[in-house]
């Protein structure tokens, strides 16, 4: 590894060291982690990292979503991964255990678990420890566990772990939730068949069609991440506001090339041109409004 710059420091150190103004912790775990920062007893957020998250090799790492937690004053507890763990690891599963006998949760009034693809897994599985939570899962797995989902053949270094570990299963894990809001493209069939394992009857579906396994990644595009996790971290996202917002999807190129995606894989190569064409004048007429409105907006009252 390249020389650490330890004058970095992050952002919720910043908040919980000694002359900070709140209170927290950190603890580490061989390849995982966790850091607490006290804002207020309202609100907790659980964040998981994803794949694109875990091993971040510096000091001044930072928790999945810690910037936006952080802006809306809520507490946070951060889990870490230094890779594709899905964190199966004894010694974090204790210690979350330990928060639970201990009460650590029950001092918060609202408890919200989120995260993305593997993230999303551990903020479905270890929503058990929380009754009564709400979980936020974008693209999440169940499990990895081979006999579960043998038909699961992605995430191998995942499949390669201790599945045989407590909280491995997110299907069994679910009895005591709130709610969770699980976002998923149902063209996208591993992450579909997923989602149909989990106990159907406390989950709000939040289907992104054309998102792929991307579903993080086309939110931020639409600029709609940070009102998505509002709304749902709240439980006041409604699924209709939620089709409402995700309609301009189908003028983002990844939405294009997951659809082609979709097409191809399902054997309907001969649409894609079709789908292509459509895509394009559906853009362009997308951008040549946006520009009008740019136009009328600029004109002085008086000329209108």
């Not at 794949?51 to 979503?65: M, R, V």
Request: proline residues 6%.
């Amino acid at each position: 590894m390249e020389d650490v710059d330890h004058n970095k420091i992050p952002s919720w150190y910043g908040e919980i060291f000694p002359a900070g103004e709140n209170d927290g912790w950190y603890h580490k775990f061989g390849e995982h982690a966790a850091s607490f920062v006290e804002r207020d007893t309202a609100q907790l957020v659980i964040s998981f990292d994803n794949l694109s998250d875990a091993g971040y090799p510096y000091p001044d790492i930072e928790p999945w979503a810690g910037k936006f937690v952080r802006e809306n004053g809520w507490s946070h507890l951060g889990i870490y991964a230094r890779g594709p763990s899905w964190f199966r690891d004894p010694r974090l599963i204790a210690f979350l255990e330990q928060l639970e006998r201990t009460g650590f949760f029950r001092g918060f009034e609202k408890i919200a678990l989120i995260g993305t693809s593997m993230g999303g897994f551990a903020a479905l599985t270890f929503s058990s420890l929380c009754p009564g939570a709400t979980v936020v899962a974008l693209s999440p797995q169940s499990t990895l566990q081979s006999d579960l989902v043998p038909w699961e053949t992605r995430f191998g270094k995942g499949r390669d772990r201790d599945w045989s570990l407590p909280f491995s299963d997110a299907a069994s894990q679910l009895n005591g939730l709130g709610k969770a809001y699980v976002l998923y493209d149902p063209f996208f069939a591993p992450d579909k068949r997923h989602v149909m394992r989990l106990p159907q009857q406390k989950l709000i579906h939040l289907q992104g069609f054309g998102f792929g396994h991307k579903s993080a990644v086309v939110l931020r595009r639409l600029g709609l991440l940070k009102p998505f996790m509002q709304g749902a971290i709240s439980g006041e996202l409604q699924p209709s506001e939620f089709y409402k917002w995700i309609r301009k999807r189908r003028e983002l190129y990844v939405y294009r090339i997951v659809m082609e995606t979709h097409l191809s894989t399902r054997g309907k190569d001969d649409r894609i041109a079709r789908f292509r064409r459509a895509f394009r004048t559906n853009r362009r007429k997308s951008q040549l409004s946006a520009a009008a409105v740019d136009e009328q907006s600029a004109k002085l009252p008086g000329e209108r």
